[in-house]
């Protein structure tokens, strides 16, 4: 160790950053001091070892995006101005200690190998970081020894780097959850801003102050919606029954994703018993994915543009399926924001199975609109990769009062036993 004495403090909770382990995790609300500590002990270690750090986030198109600043500012606070150089992109210790910024989601499997012999990568705001970054990033990180550290706020419970270090972590790995109650330097300042919040913003207050997770993004187009099928239970186990019709509703893709959700109807309640969603398959393929379920079938639902033909065969996607002895109905064109308002409308009809409709439950939590830069404004729905499943969802609003069950015996019984499940018998 150099012959220097650093003074400095931190939360109770964090006292494990400097024990060896692969995975250092702390995640919670604002005022917690996570970054800040986390930073401080990268310097601290970092001037007791001679270590390559990398310090990355999912997105960082300029050094401002990165904790360039934090760590600068932490090295004048910590009287470390004579063991570290703060240069414009990078900085510099004494003994040979390099700390370095980058941004995750431009790298790939080829490019990310200049990063193979860093000992710490830091990971801030993680909540951001997708699968295929984690993906490319933790084999890479091999070195014997080396660590990767993540701090973030919570945002969904499905989100892949709270499945990963919180629901499902790694051996050798500390997970804690730290929020402003945690934090002995809280400041006054910060008080009265959480004093306010849980006033003026009281649904997103548990999120912001006290690290929990919400049940949609901030601005998600269904948030309410989606809080109230978990919330009354509509979010549950729904077994295909054979006595329904199962119908088809399809949201038509090739480069994009090609959405189905399969529904069976009792009286008034629908059941979401499963989704298909695949990129760049022939009809064909789906039509062989549907048939090999041999469910008790009754209509495809396509949108409008499903009797358009095709330019190299002239057939529609309607005419094809049509030729595979598939049912087939075309749903109304109407306006996309009449149509949101129909969906919004008939959640209340619908159950979604927690398993086979994950999927459409991820996008229907995730479905928002585009934001003005200039005036802050909501415009037109995001077009990503969770504006398909809302999309079929939509179209699935759209014709519920078509799905009908041709052979439905009269002393079926209909509540939703029938589908295995009472509303009222499970949690989201």
């Not at 002239?314 to 109407?334: C, D, P």
Request: glycine content about 6%; hydrophobic content about 35%.
């Amino acid at each position: 160790m150099p012959d220097i004495e650093i003074e400095a403090g931190f939360p109770k909770k964090l006292q494990f950053l400097f024990d060896r382990c692969r995975y250092k995790v702390a995640y919670g609300g604002r005022g917690s001091a996570k970054s800040w500590s986390f930073a401080r002990a990268l310097l601290i270690i970092g001037v007791d070892e001679q270590l390559r750090i990398l310090c990355a986030r999912e997105i960082q198109k300029s050094i401002k995006q990165s904790v360039h600043k934090l760590l600068s500012d932490q090295i004048v606070e910590l009287g470390l101005e004579n063991e570290y150089e703060v240069f414009e992109t990078e900085i510099r210790g004494r003994n040979g200690t390099y700390i370095s910024f980058s941004g995750l989601s431009d790298h790939t499997v080829a490019t990310i190998k200049s990063f193979e012999g860093c000992d710490i990568v830091w990971v801030e705001e993680a909540q951001t970081v997708s699968k295929r970054s984690w993906d490319i990033l933790v084999p890479t990180i091999r070195k014997d020894g080396s660590e990767i550290w993540v701090t973030f706020n919570p945002e969904l419970d499905t989100d892949e780097t709270y499945m990963r270090f919180v629901v499902n972590p790694p051996d050798d790995c500390i997970s804690v959850e730290i929020n402003y109650s945690d934090n002995p330097w809280f400041p006054e300042v910060l008080e009265k801003e959480r004093e306010r919040c849980k006033i003026v913003d009281p649904e997103d207050y548990p999120t912001i102050w006290e690290g929990k997770c919400r049940s949609s993004v901030i601005g998600a187009i269904y948030a309410k919606e989606v809080d109230a099928a978990i919330r009354d239970g509509r979010v549950c186990n729904v077994p295909y029954n054979p006595l329904l019709k199962v119908h088809a509703i399809w949201d038509l893709g090739w480069n994009d994703s090609m959405f189905i959700i399969l529904a069976q109807r009792v009286r008034n309640e629908i059941g979401i018993i499963e989704v298909i969603e695949e990129d760049h398959k022939t009809l064909d393929w789906y039509v062989g994915e549907l048939q090999n379920k041999r469910y008790n079938w009754g209509y495809d639902f396509l949108p409008h543009d499903g009797e358009h033909g095709d330019f190299k065969t002239g057939l529609s996607a309607k005419k094809i399926l049509e030729k595979f002895g598939r049912k087939v109905k075309i749903t109304q064109n109407i306006p996309i924001e009449d149509g949101i308002k129909i969906a919004r409308m008939s959640f209340r009809q619908m159950v979604f199975d927690k398993n086979k409709s994950a999927r459409l439950i991820e996008c229907l939590k995730r479905y928002k609109r585009s934001i003005n830069r200039t005036t802050q404004e909501p415009g037109s729905p995001v077009h990503d990769q969770y504006s398909h499943g809302a999309d079929c969802f939509r179209y699935l609003s759209l014709v519920a009062d078509e799905l009908t069950n041709e052979t439905e015996r009269r002393n079926i019984n209909t509540n939703f036993a029938t589908f295995g499940t009472t509303v009222s018998g499970m949690g989201g």
